[in-house]
Each structure stands twice: as structure tokens, then as C-alpha cells.
């Protein structure tokens, strides 16, 4: 594998770059900028591959770069990964392409800017996953708010205004919390040691009282919960997902959501450890009611996206949990699943996109019975469904294993948060098989589906490359999970050691 030079900085660059490169295109080329931006974005995931590179018996961040942006201000543009970004990267450069190629015969209506659109946003997401400075987190992560709010608002649904103020309200109001506490912490560093810093490298070490802690890791958490999203900061989703291109949330589901996972992880956890294993029992509380609302709500829904929807609140749930129980398995499992859920999720709103494009509706009830109709569509759908509730043998199964089991065997841990939790899975299971047989194996009622056309080729094709990852992580888990552990158990130390209490004693 050929090494590259600054191979980050291309990641992070090479969309930005390709999305100006669209505004040269003419309006009308619109062929020509959904090809440049395809090829743009599979150029990023093919570079991305030399990540693989990582070695996971290094603790330290790798492929790092550092360069004075700010002087006067200590502000650097510093990136690097670990084995807790490393996957999410991967996830962001593989599902940006395939929501472009789902794009290409889909999105009519200003191609140029909705591509362009899509270009910045990858940008965003990669700047953020390997930003080590707090200022530059704080850019790229207020750059990936701005082109989802257009993408929802412009090429949307029916009430896509309405989804995509509510989207923006909701997290850039978590996002002023986390940017007023940044700034705290910057003036701290300068009071005790008189220069300007933002780097992690430097914030990292800083410890606050308790009370002021405290204050300052709900500013952090506010912004991260938001966009995870956990009960009760989730009522943005469901009209996101539901108002937003099937590529938007293609994205959204597989990649935003997981920032929120990330944030929590690289910034509220380390930087204020003590108030975040006091709150643990209150997160875990929250997702456990995450777990069990959310499946609830998604079995009572009639269209199809909002019940894949409100899975995801189901989901991050369990992610959520599995942070809370503070374990290295359980830990470990919810970077996992982040991804897992990015591929499953994905795939069953690329699925549902399939079907809307032929019949223009996503009420369950217009369907029934189209399984021999179309074949294809439907396998790809029961695969994808099967790996959204943890079958073995699929991503879903070793991620949400090793959650429970991790949570159920942490020291000072109720073991029925994982008694619990485990109901989300059977819950899972009914909703969403229960979709699944009243789309495609009730009787034929409606005779227009008599006509439709099954996934065509360039359809097939990037929802095949899902479900190979799918498979790949669900026959070979331990080839993705070398690569997490050992930056999950560097956190922990560092957690531990920072708190200067064993974890449990702090719950």
C-alpha cells in the first residue's frame, strides 16, 4: 500500500476543492457535475483506503500534521486519527460516493449545487473526525450544519422548510453551548500559563472543580447529545429523515448522527471525566428509554422513513448505553455499532428511496405483496433489515454483543441496563420484520404494483457494496475491532487516571 503525503489534509480538501470545481461547471451541465462529483468522491474513498496503514499497537494519534493557523491566538490546524476515528473516516469516505451514485438518475432540480452541497458536507464530516484542535473542530463541525440545512431545505420533501429550520435550530443551539465552553477553557489555559491554546495536546491535561466541570461538560454534552440524537433531544429526526433526498439521509443516519457519538467520546469524556461518570447513570437512563420509545414509536408509524427513523433513536440508544457502562468491551461495541448502524441504516434508506422513486409514496399501506414484483429489492431489504437487528453472522450481531455483555459485566453497573436494553433488540426485530412482511409478502392488494420495476443496476450496485461490508464485519469482527481497542482502552486509562478514582467508585 503506497504511502501518501499529508494523506488527511487530501481527504479533508480534495471535496472542498471539487465542490468549488462544480461552481465553474455551467447550470445547465448537470450530467457532467453529478459525474465530477462521483468521481471526486470515490477518488477520496480509494486515497482513504491508505488508513489501513493504522497501527493500532501505537497510542498515539497517526498520519498527524500540525501547522500554525492563528498565532496569536494558539489556534493550529491539527489533524490526526485513532483507532476511534480511523472506522467513522472509512464510513464517511465509503457512504458519501454511495449516496452520490444513488443521486445520479434521482435528483433533478439544480445538480450542480446539490452536489457541491454533498462535496462540502464530506468535508465537514472528515474535518471533524480528525480535527485535535478545538478551534478547528469547532469550524469543520459548523461547516457540515450548513450544507445538510440546504440539502433538506432545497431538494426536500413537502414541509422541507420547516425539517430544515428545525434541524438548524437544534443544533446550532448545542453548538453556541459547546463554542461559549471552548472558549472558557482557551482563557483558562492562557491564565495559568500564559499563552493561547486550543489544542488537545495542551487542553487535554486541565482540570476544573467539580462545579464548574460540570457546567462545562453539559455545554460539551448539549451539542454532542443533540446530535446523536438521545431521547428527549431526538424530535428533530424524524422530520429530517422524513424531509430530506434519500442521499441526505443516507448521510445523515450514517455519518451525522455518529459525530454526536464521536464528540461525546474524543471531547466531553476526557476533558471532564468526573462529571461524566456522575452523569453515566443519567445518560444510560436516557438511552434505555431511547431504546424502548423509540421501537415503540417506530411500530405504530405508517411511513416508512419516519419508522426507519425512529429505529435510529432505538439504536443510538444502545450505543449510548454502551458508553455509559464505561467499559472497554462495551466502549469498544458502541464505536462498532456506530458504524454498523451507518451501513444498515444507510442501506434501508437507500432501500426505501428504491421503492419511492417507482410509486411516489412511502406509506407502508400503498405496498403489500411485491416481493416476486421485485426480487431483488426485496432480498437486498430483508438482508439489511436482518443486520439491523443483530442477526449473526451480520455487522449488527458483534456490535450489539459486545454492548450488552459489556455493560451487564461492569463493575458497579445495574445489570438491568442490559436487561433492559436487550428488550430493544426483540423490539427491533418486530417492528422491523413486520415491515418487512407487510411490504413484500402480504397478499398483492394494490394492482399498480403489478408494474413495478426492481433496483436498477447502479442502485444494485451500491447497496451490494453495503451489504459485502455488512458481511465482512459480521464473518471477521476482530479484523475491525484491532484497530478500536487499543485507542478505547488508551481512553479509559486516561479517564481513570485523570478522575484519580476508579470509574465505578464515580458513578
Known amino acids: 500500500m503506497i504511502a501518501v503525503p499529508h ?58 500534521e500540525s501547522v500554525p493557523w492563528i498565532p496569536p ?55 471533524s473526525l480528525a480535527a485535535l484542535d478545538l478551534a478547528l473542530f469547532y469550524v469543520f463541525w459548523e461547516v457540515m450544519l450548513v450544507p445538510m440545512y440546504f440539502i433538506i431545505g432545497i431538494w426536500g420533501g413537502k414541509r422541507k422548510i420547516y425539517a430544515a429550520v428545525k434541524f438548524f435550530l437544534f443544533t446550532m443551539a448545542g453548538s453556541l453551548l459547546m463554542f461559549l465552553a ?45 446530535k446523536v440524537p438521545i431521547f428527549p433531544l431526538h424530535t428533530w ?70 419508522l426507519v427513523a425512529y429505529s435510529s433513536v432505538a439504536h443510538l440508544g444502545l450505543v449510548m448505553l454502551g458508553i455509559a457502562a464505561l467499559t472497554s468491551t462495551s466502549t469498544s461495541g458502541a464505536v462498532l455499532q456506530s458504524v454498523n448502524h451507518g451501513l444498515s441504516t444507510g442501506a434501508l434508506f437507500l432501500l426505501v428511496g428504491v421503492l419511492y422513486e417507482r410509486r411516489h409514496t412511502r406509506e407502508i399501506a400503498a405496498y403489500g405483496g411485491i416481493a416476486k414484483i421485485v426480487p431483488v429489492t426485496a432480498t437486498l431489504f430483508l438482508i439489511a433489515t436482518l443486520s439491523s437487528i443483530g442477526l449473526p453472522g451480520l455487522n449488527g450481531f458483534v456490535g450489539e454483543f459486545l454492548i450488552l455483555t459489556g455493560t451487564f459485566n461492569a463493575p458497579g453497573v445495574p445489570r438491568w441496563w442490559a436487561i433492559v436494553a436487550t428488550s430493544g433488540m426483540i423490539l427491533s426485530a418486530v417492528y422491523l420484520l413486520t415491515l418487512v412482511q407487510r411490504v413484500f409478502w402480504t397478499p398483492l392488494v394494490h394492482e399498480e404494483n403489478r408494474t413495478l420495476p426492481d433496483i436498477r443496476t447502479s442502485e444494485f450496485l451500491v447497496c451490494a457494496a453495503l451489504v459485502l461490508a455488512m458481511v465482512a464485519i459480521g464473518v471477521a469482527p476482530n479484523l475491525f475491532l484491532d484497530k478500536i481497542h487499543g485507542s478505547v482502552d488508551t481512553l479509559l486509562a486516561f479517564v481513570r487516571a485523570k478522575s484519580a478514582a476508579p470509574l465505578e467508585a464515580l458513578r
Do not use: C
Not at 481527504?11 to 445547465?28: D, M, Q, S, V
Not at 451541465?29 to 499497537?57: C, H, I, M, N, Q
Open 7 to 64: 494523506l488527511l489534509s487530501w481527504l479533508i480538501f480534495l471535496p472542498a476543492a471539487g465542490a468549488a470545481l462544480l461552481l465553474l461547471f455551467p447550470a445547465r451541465a448537470a450530467t457532467e457535475a453529478k459525474t465530477a462529483g462521483v468521481v471526486v468522491s470515490l477518488a477520496v474513498f480509494v486515497l482513504s483506503v491508505g488508513l489501513w496503514r493504522y497501527d493500532p499497537a501505537i497510542a498515539a494519534f497517526q498520519f498527524g
Open 73 to 127: 491566538l494558539g489556534i493550529t490546524y491539527t489533524v490526526g486519527i485513532d483507532g476511534i476515528s480511523l472506522l467513522l473516516v472509512l464510513l464517511t469516505t465509503f457512504l458519501t460516493p454511495v449516496a452520490l451514485i444513488f443521486s445520479l438518475s434521482h435528483v433533478k432540480q439544480n445538480v450542480r449545487g446539490f452536489t457541491a452541497a454533498f462535496l462540502l458536507l464530506e468535508t465537514g464530516m472528515l474535518g
Open 182 to 226: 471552548i472558549l472558557y477553557m482557551a482563557v483558562q489555559y492562557h491564565r495559568a500559563t500564559g499563552d493561547w491554546s486550543f489544542s488537545l495536546e495542551h487542553l487535554y491535561p486541565m482540570t476544573f472543580p467539580i462545579a464548574t466541570q460540570t457546567i462545562l461538560f453539559f455545554a460539551f454534552a448539549a451539542a454532542f447529545l443533540v
Open 237 to 306: 429526526l424524524p422530520d429530517a429523515h422524513t424531509e430530506a433526498p434519500t442521499a441526505g439521509s443516507i448521510i445523515l443516519a450514517g455519518v451525522l448522527l455518529k459525530l454526536g457519538v464521536y464528540g461525546y467520546l474524543r471531547f466531553a469524556l476526557p476533558f471532564f471525566p468526573q462529571a461524566a461518570t456522575r452523569f453515566a447513570p443519567w445518560l444510560a437512563g436516557l438511552a434505555l428509554i431511547g431504546i424502548v420509545y423509540g421501537s415503540m414509536v417506530a411500530y405504530a408509524q405508517k411511513d416508512m422513513k419516519r
